[in-house]
């Protein structure tokens, strides 16, 4: 992902104030690394997106976690609601002022993230810890290593690892016995499309189910606006589109596929193959990817019903 990543807003995560690109930063982001750097093990650090409380929320006690953003409340898929999360202080934005009121000992946020409001911390003495967007698997991975090394939780985050990539192997595992099909991760609220092609979690998502990004196939990098035209040139075997992450409405972008009548052309349309999958898990970057993962693979075998 790129601070770039508008498609957010047509995926309805313009509400991920915390979890999604804020306007581009300035300066080198130093990513992968602490500044200034830990004299002592945190105990009030600060998670400044979604992803970053679902990754403490696996590796750390509670109790070393000051604060997390509100968005987790309604756009995760972990329960953040109930104790002792539940209790703990909510912040609306990543922004200096309300974190440093917090006395934070680390702030863990990702590179697309406001650079300036990071600055304004280190120079407050903030560490800072900015973590790179995960564009594969292999990306959750060696965040987990990384931040398991730095809090003191290596043995954790070996352990979930471990979970991890077991589930990610049965996965590939069963992919490899369905056809290899193509799949646009596609976005229209009826004001334009947009799809997910190369270096996106979406395209991780895409991978670890054994599907062909047809974005990046058709050389889309990170998302892109696509006309109809697009669409139909790529004509892809099937749709995967997202829905609220309540999954109250339906999907608006299912609604639009089956509404447009040039679209009528493509099978998938006709056919109905749209893979819907809650908008939360197609930006999910942290180990929230295995969840999205399993989502799109019983949308598949909703799809493709395996012979009996």
Request: charge should be negative.
């Amino acid at each position: 992902m790129h601070p770039t990543l508008v498609l957010a807003a047509l995926f309805a995560w313009t509400a991920l104030g915390a979890c999604r690109p804020e306007p581009a930063a300035r300066a080198p982001i130093q990513v992968g690394t602490i500044e200034p750097r830990l004299t002592s093990a945190p105990v009030r650090i600060v998670p400044a997106t979604s992803a970053a409380a679902e990754y403490l929320q696996a590796l750390v006690d509670p109790a070393r976690v000051a604060a997390i953003p509100e968005q987790v409340d309604d756009f995760s898929v972990r329960d953040f609601r109930s104790e002792p999360w539940g209790a703990k202080p909510r912040f609306a934005k990543y922004a200096a002022e309300p974190l440093l009121v917090l006395d934070p000992d680390l702030v863990i946020t990702f590179q697309w993230q406001n650079q300036d409001t990071s600055t304004v911390l280190r120079r407050a003495g903030v560490p800072v810890l900015v973590l790179r967007a995960g564009a594969d698997y292999e990306s959750v991975r060696a965040t987990l290593a990384l931040l398991g090394e730095l809090l003191g939780a290596a043995e954790t985050a070996a352990e979930i690892t471990a979970a991890l990539d077991a589930r990610a192997a049965a996965l590939r595992q069963r992919a490899a016995l369905r056809p290899r099909l193509r799949a646009l991760v596609y976005s229209n609220d009826g004001t334009g499309g947009w799809a997910a092609g190369a270096g996106t979690t979406a395209g991780a998502l895409l991978d670890l189910t054994g599907l062909v990004n047809a974005g990046a196939e058709d050389g889309i990098v990170e998302h892109q606006q696509i006309d109809l035209e697009r669409v139909l040139r790529i004509a892809p075997d099937l749709f995967v589109c997202g829905a609220p992450a309540r999954g109250e409405g339906g999907s608006a972008t299912r609604a639009v596929l089956l509404s447009a009548a040039p679209l009528l052309r493509l099978d998938a349309v006709r056919q109905e193959r749209i893979a819907v999958v809650p908008s939360v898990l197609l930006s999910a970057d942290s180990p929230v990817l295995l969840d999205a993962a399993e989502a799109l693979e019983r949308e598949l075998l909703r799809l493709y019903p395996e012979p009996k």
